[in-house]
């Protein structure tokens, strides 16, 4: 709850409620619409008050979408071309050419905003979803996104 | 079934081992391949003309992870590679066929076991000694106190080529012959204690390296095992300023098959660094560092590290019997660029001058003054530039000069004279 506050804090706005936020955090595979909410927000796209269905629809009208149900588990290499698109990071020649999961996950891992062991398609937490969002929005203040 | 053919088998066992386990976790598992290339122009009077060079390397990465319990597990390595270059139209290589393993807690909280077992990257804590690819095992345990590491390690499947294992003058003899399939080899053991930011932020380590010639010398030939005992602090000074100082005692007993007695030699490496870094100041970071590798005479003799390298990125000395200054800055000066290619653009210059250690024994270069002469051997000034276009393509170019020092305070003859060198380098990932 600490970590998801700590790293909520740094939204544009504040998230929808804290009970997705516990249920995040508590989650040993994160879902695609909980994954949808959170960049989204966190990219400004959506605002706090915007439902998951919506936020899964908004993700989906993007040139690269993922094709996934909201309750589907995403794994890092969805998570990480889900953060790519959402932010609008520019990737690698490879991701330019083929704007894949394990692209995009090679490029954040570049950026450092994927830590620790960095198998596309390896189960994401929630709690490890917060931490690389949390990395996104701190590289965006920085103004080092792009 | 010669010997040749039983290494060979060995190791390919290694690589099919590695292959196979993959399967058994498709789950974690990924893979990326590497392009890398080198041209390069090196000139000198001693060389007819310009001497061109080229290579390129093509490797694939394979990686895979099996979970064991919550939070340890082993991580499948393999990296086969394919070099092309102008003296040799392919080396296909393995450049590591590892299993690592980390297994947090199992000695208790606080405590991290892990281990490697493969082909590895293995170095010694002190620089100058051993930093080469090994099969080898690699235990390290860490607790909050003290870390300790017990590696062994065998360089005999190790391709003729790439292998750099070169201390004896059977080693060295054979290091361009062809019909070597396999480097020289040896078994090295090491043993290291770690007492990580003890007081002041400083980390002291003290290790020992044992290393056995496994030659079957013929009449002539010699074979050399030698012992290294050393240690090194390194840690913080202030805020931005970092320090290493090393020191590496060898004892290296030579034999040379039919003749009688050994040879044996004591010798020293130290060394001295100081880095300092402001990223606030375009990514500026200062180098300053000193090294000494012995033979000196009476005291001691030659210092003889398991991987040989050599001494100046133009020079290439031989690294016995030298000491050097080198002084390196580099930085970015687009690091607060909105676009990240534009931010990475670096570029560095370094300056080194080195000396012989003893000015009775010649140094093993083209032009060394006969065995007088003095101590100062020349100077090498580098520049490089280094762009990251994209997380996946990058691009340097190196140039510089090495001056040799000539007449009565030099190691060189005047026949000697200033020798240049330009590289251009490329590397892709996809």
């Given at each position: 709850m600490v970590l998801g506050l700590a790293i909520l804090a740094t939204l544009p706005v504040a998230a929808q409620s804290n009970e997705l936020i516990d249920r995040v955090l508590a989650s040993p595979s994160i879902t695609y619409g909980d994954a949808a909410y959170l960049v989204l927000l966190?990219?400004?796209?959506?605002?706090?008050?915007?439902?998951?269905?919506?936020?899964?629809?908004?993700?989906?009208?993007?040139?690269?979408?993922?094709?996934?149900?909201?309750?589907?588990?995403?794994?890092?290499?969805?998570?990480?071309?889900?953060?790519?698109?959402?932010?609008?990071?520019?990737?690698?020649?490879?991701?330019?050419?083929?704007?894949?999961?394990?692209?995009?996950?090679?490029?954040?891992?570049?950026?450092?905003?994927?830590?620790?062991?960095?198998?596309?398609?390896?189960a994401l937490s929630g709690e490890r979803a917060l931490r690389i969002v949390g990395r996104v929005l701190t590289l965006q203040e920085q103004g080092r996104l792009r | 079934m010669n010997r040749h053919a039983t290494r060979f088998l060995g190791a390919l066992g290694l690589v099919a081992l590695t292959v196979s386990v993959p399967h058994l976790a498709a789950?974690?598992?990924?893979?990326?391949?590497?392009?890398?290339?080198?041209?390069?122009?090196r000139i000198a009077d001693y060389l007819d003309d310009p001497d061109v060079t080229g290579s390129v390397t093509a490797a694939?990465?394979?990686?895979?992870?099996?979970?064991?319990?919550?939070?340890?597990?082993?991580?499948?390595?393999?990296?086969?590679?394919?070099?092309?270059?102008?003296?040799?139209?392919?080396?296909?290589?393995?450049?590591?066929?590892?299993?690592?393993?980390?297994?947090?807690?199992?000695?208790?909280?606080?405590?991290?076991?892990?281990?490697?077992?493969?082909?590895?990257?293995?170095?010694?804590?002190?620089?100058?000694?051993?930093?080469?690819?090994?099969?080898?095992v690699d235990l390290r345990l860490s607790t909050p106190l003290v870390q300790a590491r017990v590696a062994g390690g065998y360089s005999g499947l190790l391709l003729n080529p790439v292998s750099d294992i070169r201390m004896s003058a059977s080693d060295l003899a054979e290091a361009a012959d062809d019909d070597q399939f396999f480097g020289p080899s040896r078994a090295i053991a090491l043993g290291e204690v770690s007492l990580p930011e003890i007081v002041l932020r400083q980390t002291v380590?003290?290790?020992?390296?044992?290393?056995?010639?496994?030659?079957?010398?013929?009449?002539?030939?010699?074979?050399?095992?030698?012992?290294?005992?050393?240690?090194?602090?390194?840690?913080?000074v202030i805020s931005g300023l970092y320090h290493q100082i090393a020191a590496t005692v060898s004892s290296a007993t030579s034999t040379v098959e039919g003749q009688s007695g050994d040879t044996t030699a004591l010798g020293l490496h130290a060394s001295v660094r100081l880095q300092y870094y402001r990223p606030d100041l375009f990514g500026s970071r200062v180098s300053l560092s000193g090294t000494l590798s012995s033979g000196l005479g009476g005291d001691?003799?030659?210092?003889?590290?398991?991987?040989?390298g050599t001494v100046g990125r133009i020079a290439q000395l031989p690294p016995e019997n030298l000491a050097g200054v080198e002084l390196s800055y580099g930085f970015r000066p687009f690091s607060g660029a909105a676009s990240r290619s534009i931010r990475d653009i670096d570029f560095s210059a370094t300056g080194r001058t080195l000396f012989r250690v003893d000015t009775d024994r010649a140094l093993d270069a083209v032009g060394a003054a006969a065995s007088s002469g003095g101590p100062l051997v020349g100077t090498e000034i580098l520049g490089r530039v280094g762009w990251r276009v994209l997380s996946d393509l990058g691009f340097a170019v190196e140039g510089g000069a090495f001056l040799p020092t000539t007449g009565s305070s030099g190691s060189f003859t005047s026949q000697r004279s200033p020798e240049y060198l330009v590289s251009v380098t490329g590397s892709a990932s996809f």
């Amino acid at each position: 709850m600490v970590l998801g506050l700590a790293i909520l804090a740094t939204l544009p706005v504040a998230a929808q409620s804290n009970e997705l936020i516990d249920r995040v955090l508590a989650s040993p595979s994160i879902t695609y619409g909980d994954a949808a909410y959170l960049v989204l927000l966190g990219s400004g796209r959506i605002d706090e008050t915007t439902p998951i269905a919506d936020a899964v629809r908004e993700a989906e009208s993007a040139p690269v979408a993922l094709g996934k149900a909201a309750e589907d588990p995403l794994t890092l290499g969805d998570f990480s071309l889900l953060t790519m698109e959402s932010f609008g990071i520019p990737g690698g020649m490879m991701y330019r050419l083929l704007p894949l999961p394990r692209y995009a996950t090679r490029e954040l891992a570049f950026r450092d905003v994927v830590q620790g062991r960095t198998y596309p398609r390896m189960a994401l937490s929630g709690e490890r979803a917060l931490r690389i969002v949390g990395r996104v929005l701190t590289l965006q203040e920085q103004g080092r996104l792009r | 079934m010669n010997r040749h053919a039983t290494r060979f088998l060995g190791a390919l066992g290694l690589v099919a081992l590695t292959v196979s386990v993959p399967h058994l976790a498709a789950q974690e598992f990924t893979w990326s391949g590497t392009v890398d290339g080198e041209s390069a122009v090196r000139i000198a009077d001693y060389l007819d003309d310009p001497d061109v060079t080229g290579s390129v390397t093509a490797a694939v990465r394979v990686r895979s992870y099996i979970p064991l319990g919550t939070d340890g597990g082993v991580e499948l390595r393999l990296r086969p590679s394919y070099t092309w270059s102008d003296d040799r139209p392919y080396l296909v290589d393995v450049e590591r066929a590892s299993a690592d393993l980390t297994l947090p807690g199992v000695l208790g909280a606080g405590t991290v076991l892990r281990g490697q077992a493969g082909r590895v990257p293995f170095s010694a804590p002190a620089p100058g000694v051993l930093s080469h690819t090994l099969d080898a095992v690699d235990l390290r345990l860490s607790t909050p106190l003290v870390q300790a590491r017990v590696a062994g390690g065998y360089s005999g499947l190790l391709l003729n080529p790439v292998s750099d294992i070169r201390m004896s003058a059977s080693d060295l003899a054979e290091a361009a012959d062809d019909d070597q399939f396999f480097g020289p080899s040896r078994a090295i053991a090491l043993g290291e204690v770690s007492l990580p930011e003890i007081v002041l932020r400083q980390t002291v380590r003290v290790y020992g390296i044992g290393q056995w010639d496994l030659r079957s010398t013929d009449a002539g030939e010699d074979s050399l095992n030698s012992f290294y005992g050393g240690a090194v602090v390194q840690g913080p000074v202030i805020s931005g300023l970092y320090h290493q100082i090393a020191a590496t005692v060898s004892s290296a007993t030579s034999t040379v098959e039919g003749q009688s007695g050994d040879t044996t030699a004591l010798g020293l490496h130290a060394s001295v660094r100081l880095q300092y870094y402001r990223p606030d100041l375009f990514g500026s970071r200062v180098s300053l560092s000193g090294t000494l590798s012995s033979g000196l005479g009476g005291d001691s003799d030659r210092f003889v590290p398991i991987s040989r390298g050599t001494v100046g990125r133009i020079a290439q000395l031989p690294p016995e019997n030298l000491a050097g200054v080198e002084l390196s800055y580099g930085f970015r000066p687009f690091s607060g660029a909105a676009s990240r290619s534009i931010r990475d653009i670096d570029f560095s210059a370094t300056g080194r001058t080195l000396f012989r250690v003893d000015t009775d024994r010649a140094l093993d270069a083209v032009g060394a003054a006969a065995s007088s002469g003095g101590p100062l051997v020349g100077t090498e000034i580098l520049g490089r530039v280094g762009w990251r276009v994209l997380s996946d393509l990058g691009f340097a170019v190196e140039g510089g000069a090495f001056l040799p020092t000539t007449g009565s305070s030099g190691s060189f003859t005047s026949q000697r004279s200033p020798e240049y060198l330009v590289s251009v380098t490329g590397s892709a990932s996809f």
